[in-house]
């Protein structure tokens, strides 16, 4: 048997109503902040990644799922969502339109990770993108946006941890204190530490292990680095949250782990869901634009992993939607029967019902038990009784009433019971 590559899942048709649910409430919400959904390829150029992501990356280093295609040029399997919608902006010239441009997507993404909970080979974000837009009131915006999905989906149980990693001005400054601090204590860090150290120190903050953790903790604080510009910046943002009541803890280990944030960077965590708790990650990303080739564009956004929420309802017994159920199950008992069952489910289904009927050949207690396992609201009975008559038989399930109904006004009495 050839079985599912490991860190990937099957979504089974019992359970898709829950991504069809969790992906109605991102899309609506969505929808009442004015922002249109973008979709790009599955797959880019390597080369994307590469100048999007950052070299210096875990991502880019390890975890991308690169091949060379039939031509041989070198491409990539998504391993964030925010790289092809720069590329597109650029490429599609909505920086020619008038800003700010507003995005969202839902899109797989793909990292050669360790597999374990929350943590997958292929997993799926929402994601929301702002571009064109510099001002705090963008950062605010994106946050409340995904503090509202939270919320619609009652969520109450998670930190919003912000912080500012400034411009890359005064990343110069702050990376030099940084250094100095960690270079004596190099030794107790972890391997993949003292490789961050020359290329990327401000990584380090973002370590898990404990011996790592440790030393960061009494670590300089980039705060205390920011330029007068990222330090304004970040003080709106703290207070236009303040004045909207959302609770937030400024959190300065908050780094990101990926190359293009500057100023804000964001994050939305649970203690519900063991040690993978980051549920949306976000922050500002002004140089990226600018990175993969086009003019200088300011840019904000987040990605919220959609495993990641599923599980946080679940383990919170909260709402993921409901099973889908069919309002009606047509029962026929005879051959002639049989030649009625799927013009009467037509003619249902053109009024909006959800109609299923017997294509086994199973015999009347078949059916219905049939029917009351996928639980359908109704069943229709065509007997021959019901041929010689003229009528259906009409079970409502949930009360074992039964009641025989002319086949002229079947449809308007179906259709008022299931009450559409
Ligand atoms: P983490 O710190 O958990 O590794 P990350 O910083 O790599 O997350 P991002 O690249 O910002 O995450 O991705 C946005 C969101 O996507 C995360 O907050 C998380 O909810 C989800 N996510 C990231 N990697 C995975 C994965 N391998 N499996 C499932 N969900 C993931
Ligand atoms: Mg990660």
Partial sequence: MINIPKGTKDVLPKESYKWHFIEGVVREVAKTFCVNEIRTPTFEHTELFLRGVGDTTDIVNKEMY?????????????????????????????????????????????????PQAGRLREHHQF?????????????????????????????????LNINSIGCPQC??????????????????????CRERFEKNPLRILDCKEEGCKEITKDAPVV???????????????CAQLDSCSVEYKVNPHIVRGLDYYTKTVFEFVSENIGAQGTVCGGGRYNGLVEQVGGKPCPAVGFGMGLERLILLLESLDLSVGKEYAPDVYIAPLCDKARSIAPVLANELRAKGLAVDYDIMNRGFKPQFKYADKIGAKFVVIIGEDEIASQSYGV??????????????????????????
């Fill in 171 to 192: 990343r110069k400054n702050y990376n030099e204190a940084l250094k100095s601090y960690l270079g004596a204590r190099l030794g107790n860090m972890c391997s993949t």
């Fill in 66 to 114: 690169t091949f060379d295609d039939k031509g041989g040029r070198s491409m990539t399997l998504k391993p964030e969502g925010t790289a092809g919608v720069a590329r597109a902006f650029i490429e599609n010239s909505l920086y020619g339109n008038t800003q700010p441009t507003k995005m969202y997507y839902i899109t797989p993404v793909f990292r050669y990770e360790k």
């Fill in 127 to 159: 994601g929301i993108e702002y571009y064109g837009a510099d001002s705090a009131a963008a950062d605010v915006e994106v946050i409340m946006l995904a503090k509202t999905i939270f919320d619609r989906l009652g969520v109450g149980k998670l930190s």
């Fill in 395 to 420: 079970k409502d399930m949930s009360s074992g009433m039964q009641e025989q109904v002319a086949k002229d006004s079947a449809i308007d009495y179906i259709v008022a019971k299931v009450g559409r």
């Fill in 223 to 237: 705060l205390d680095y920011l330029c007068d510009d990222c330090k304004s910046h970040h003080e709106y943002v």
